[in-house]
C-alpha cells in the first residue's frame, strides 16, 4: 500500500511538473503569438495608410495632368420631356380628367402665320397647323417654322375643294401632292394627321375609307371658335366660345383659323392666358392619340 502511496506520489508530482511546463510553453506561445500578431497588423495597417496616401497623391496629379491637358467636361442636363406623362395616356386613351387643349389652326399658312408662331412662343406651348397648299416663297418659310419650332404641320389637302368628295382617287392624289410638298420643303417625315375640308361630316364614308387606308388618323373637333361662318364673331364670343368648350372636354380639340382670321388671332392671348392659369395643357397633335371624330367609319 506504502509503495503504491509513493508511487502515485511520485505520478502526481510527475504531472503536475509536466503540466506548468506546458503551461509554460504555452504563455510563451501565446504571447510570442500576439506579439507576432500585433506587429503583422500594425505593419499591415502602416502599409495602408502609405497605400492611401500613395494613391491620394496619384489623384491629385492625375487629376491635375487631366486639367493641363483636356478641357473641362460641361455636364449637360438630361433632356427629358415634361409632358411624357400625360402623351403616354393620350396614346393610352386614358384621358379622364386630363385638361389637355390642342389649338388647331385651319387653311394657313399666310402672311399672318408669323404672329401666330411668335405668340405660341411667347407662352412656350405648341398647336397644330392644317395647312393646304400656297406654293408662293413668302409662305413656303412658314411650313419650316412650323416644324422647326415643335409644332404638327398637318394635312388639309392641297386645294380644300369640296369637290373631292366626288372622286376618292382625286382626294388621295390632292392629299398626297401636299404631303409631298410639306415633306420637301421641311426635309422630314411627317405625321399623318388630316381633316377633312369642312371636316369629316362634309365627306363620305368611300372618301373617309381611302383616308384611312392611306394611314392616316383623321381629326375633327369638339371645340368651335365659330370664326368659320362668314360673319366672324366678335373677339369676347371668340374667347368665350373657346374657353367655355375647352371646360367641357379632359380632351378639347379647338377649331379655329387664326392665320387668316384677324378676330381669331387677337382673342388667343386671353384664350391661352385663361386657360394655362387653369391648369390646361396645350401640346401639339401626334398621330397616335384618339381624337373627336363627328362621322366614324
Ligand atoms: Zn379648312
Known sequence: MKKHKQKTGFFSHKIVGNLMIYLLVLTVTISGGAFAISRIVSATESEQEVTQVEASDNQESSQASAIEETPPVIERPIETDPYSDIKERLRNNDTQSLKVVFLTFDDGPSTHTPEV???????????????????????????QRIVAEGHTLANHTSSHDYDLYTNSSALMADIQSLRDYQMQLTGTELPKIFRFPGGSLNANETCIQAVVNAGYNYVDWNVSSGDGSSTVPEIPVIESNIINGCRQYDVSVVLCHAEIKDNTRAALPTIIETLLAEGYTFLPMEADYTYPRQLEI
Open 117 to 143: 408662331l411668335d405668340l405660341l412662343a411667347t407662352y412656350n406651348i405648341k398647336a397644330t397647323f392644317f395647312t393646304n397648299l400656297h406654293d408662293s416663297d413668302d409662305l413656303a418659310a412658314y411650313y
